[in-house]
């Protein structure tokens, strides 16, 4: 199930590496196999305790395996364990990050800009409204209400004024809505979300882009989870204009560790301005920042950060680049036809109701019933149903007010209701719809 047979690479490799400090003295490092033979197998007997997030049948929340390289490129780098704060203590690895970062850039089509990896979406995110605070300072930030949570919290930490924007029937930012905030506030950023973590919806950027030439605010794309989604050659018409139209933004924020095949602790931030360079500026007795070349840390919040990251991304895109012609875009492609594959079972099945068209590569739906409660309950059982037979979804919680669009007969008998949801991540869902589907529906037989 696991591929082991890419790990003897890594011994010809670690190998390699050595060779390259072979003037150095010998340091004569003897380890304890067999006190590492056991705590490496109680790490694993620990780690059973799992979901099968690896497997196709694991369809549930938003997780992804990491690329064998990705995976052997970041153990590799861990002998030499880079820091990329500074050039002094990761000269190759912020190498890699910059090459990396560029061809991310690429990917949305800018050629200048300033951009880093972070440790995550949430780091990153933090980075582009910290900016965007520092240059609208006491504007409003606003999202869709069905934005991430962090945008929230981030606002409260930075000290910014914060309000959430009513969605439309796609779970998109709703532009009516948008409109009258800007007639009536101070609006200084717009965040839109390219792929919200609930529903993979992309917010109406083209609009928002037209409405930023009359109101002047800054747009940052939080597209933490669907940025890949650029190279897909099988978007709805909607979803291509907003890609297309990425470049005219202000900020981008985009997680490799979602999409991008890595490990956790990878997310990017890109500025279109390189000048917003100025605002980390800082000035430390004990950075040793030694050359006048670019060092990470005078363009980051984050101090320390892992250049195994870097090392990783960067192997990834040399087998993988992010080309619309390639095999990482077919995979995107494959995710997304997985889930308008899912999609079309739902509609066409009478027991149950699609919330909305996927704009990505997830599906939230939910079995039909007289009330929101019923919904919720029935959504509540199917979870556990398909759990027990290794068919692993997730549970989303969804107004019942918008439910009642597509579910006109039911009673709204509270605020919200439980759907199902599948991120559909891995291009193997595709050939895992059938054996999906007829888990799911052995579940439904099962389930009063
Ligand atoms: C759209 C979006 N933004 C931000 C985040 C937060 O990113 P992270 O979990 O990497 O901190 C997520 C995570 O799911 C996300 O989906």
Redesign the pocket.
């Known amino acids: 199930m696991f591929d082991s047979k890419s790990i003897s690479l890594l011994t010809e490799a670690v190998k390699h590496l050595e060779s390259g400090f072979s003037e150095l003295p010998d340091i004569n490092q003897e380890p304890d196999l067999e006190g590492l033979r056991k705590t490496l197998l109680s790490v694993a007997e620990t780690m059973r305790d799992n979901y099968p997030y690896f497997h196709p049948l694991y369809a549930g929340q938003?997780m992804k395996p990491p690329h064998p390289v990705a995976r052997l490129a970041y153990t590799l780098a861990l002998w030499i364990n880079p820091n990329n704060h500074a050039l002094d203590a990761g000269r190759a690895s912020s190498q890699l990050e910059k090459d990396a970062v560029a061809s991310i850039a690429e990917m949305f089509g800018w050629d200048k800009y300033l951009g880093h990896l972070t440790g995550?979406?949430?780091?990153a995110?933090l980075e582009a409204l910290w900016v965007a605070g520092r240059l609208n300072p006491g504007k409003l930030i606003v999202t869709s209400e069905q934005?991430?949570y962090?945008h929230g919290r981030i606002s409260e930490i930075l000290g910014l004024e914060f309000k959430p924007v009513p969605c439309d029937q796609k779970a998109r930012m709703d532009l009516k809505a948008l409109k009258q905030i800007l007639e009536t506030e101070n609006v200084g950023t717009v965040v839109i979300?390219v792929?919200?973590?609930g529903t993979g919806s992309i917010d109406p950027l083209v609009e928002t882009l037209e409405l930023q030439s009359q109101y002047g605010f800054r747009i940052h794309i939080?597209s933490?989870?669907g940025g890949y989604f650029t190279l897909a050659d099988n978007l709805s018409p909607h979803g291509r204009r907003v890609y297309d139209a990425l470049k005219s933004v202000d900020s981008i924020?985009i997680?490799p560790?979602?999409h991008g095949l890595q490990p956790y602790g990878c997310?990017c931030v890109l500025f279109r301005d390189p000048a917003i360079g100025r605002f980390y500026k800082h000035d430390s007795p004990y950075t040793y920042f030694s050359s006048s070349d670019l060092h990470l840390g005078e363009i980051s919040l984050e101090c320390s950060r892992a250049g195994a990251s870097a090392v990783a991304l960067w192997a990834t895109q040399q087998l993988l680049p992010l080309t619309r012609e390639g095999q990482f875009a077919s995979d995107l492609s494959k995710s997304r036809s997985a889930a308008l594959d899912l999609h079309q079972r739902v509609q066409e099945d009478p027991r149950f109701v699609p919330l909305m068209e996927p704009d990505t590569d997830i599906v939230v739906w939910a079995p039909k019933a007289e009330s929101a409660s019923r919904v919720s309950q029935l959504s509540r059982r199917i979870f556990e149903k398909t759990a027990e037979k290794n068919l692993h979804l997730a549970v989303f919680s969804y107004p019942a007010k918008k439910m009642k669009a597509v579910l006109k007969e039911m009673e709204i008998d509270q605020e919200s209701v439980a759907c199902l949801r599948s991120c559909l991540m891995k291009p193997q869902h595709k050939e895992w719809m059938d054996r999906i589907w007829e888990l799911l529906n052995q579940s439904m037989q099962e389930i009063d």
């Not at 995550?120 to 780091?123: D, L, R, V």
Request: hydrophobic share 25%; charged share 15%; proline share 0%.
């Open positions: 938003m995550g979406g949430t780091m995110n934005a991430h962090t979300t792929g919200t973590t939080d933490a989870y924020v997680d560790h979602k997310g």
